[in-house]
């Protein structure tokens, strides 16, 4: 006996043999014991393509458009001329780079250069902290304090 229907629900079909109802459940697919990297619904590992840490450089401050990144790729950095003052793009560590009287200049703004350069040091202290790093006061930071606005020079 054949059973048709229309229905996309499974059915359950009952039949009726020397007066014994019988219930035919459909069958059902055994789940695969385990998806593989890539197949639908099991993405695959990420893949890092480049990856920066701006660790590749000494004590003392340096722009950002003088840091040549780790090796193999080597990168460089450049960044708008109206953003590289006022506390931005500066590539240093919270060690060693309490006096540096270009990188204090660069942050007086509104005559606040060494109070606004030692908490742009704090922060790269900070994020070593946060990271995890070994030494937190030689972690490198990118500075982007923007004590001025960049916008109001243009």
């Known amino acids: 006996m054949r059973v048709r229907t229309r ?4 059915v359950v079909a009952m039949l009726i043999v020397a ?3 019988v219930a035919a459940a459909p069958a059902v697919a055994a789940a695969p014991a385990a998806a593989t990297p890539g197949s639908p619904g099991q993405p695959g590992a990420p893949v890092v393509i480049y990856d920066e840490d701006f660790e590749n ?3 003392t ?3 950002l458009t003088r840091y040549t990144g780790k090796a193999p790729l080597a990168m460089t950095y450049t960044a708008d001329p109206a953003w ?3 506390c931005n793009g500066w590539v240093f560590s919270f060690t060693g780079s309490a006096a540096n009287p270009t990188a204090i200049n660069d942050c007086d703004t509104l005559s606040k250069g060494a109070t606004a350069w030692s908490h742009v040091r704090d922060l790269a202290r900070v994020f070593g902290l946060f990271s995890g790093a070994a030494d937190a ?3 490198h930071a990118v500075s982007a304090y923007t004590e001025g606005n960049p916008a109001s020079k243009l």
Do not use: E, Q, Y
């Open 19 to 21: 007066g014994v109802a």
């Open 84 to 86: 590289l003052k006022d």
């Open 7 to 10: 229905h996309t629900t499974p």
């Open 61 to 63: 401050p340096i722009r």
């Open 57 to 59: 450089t000494g004590a």
């Open 137 to 139: 006061n030689a972690n």
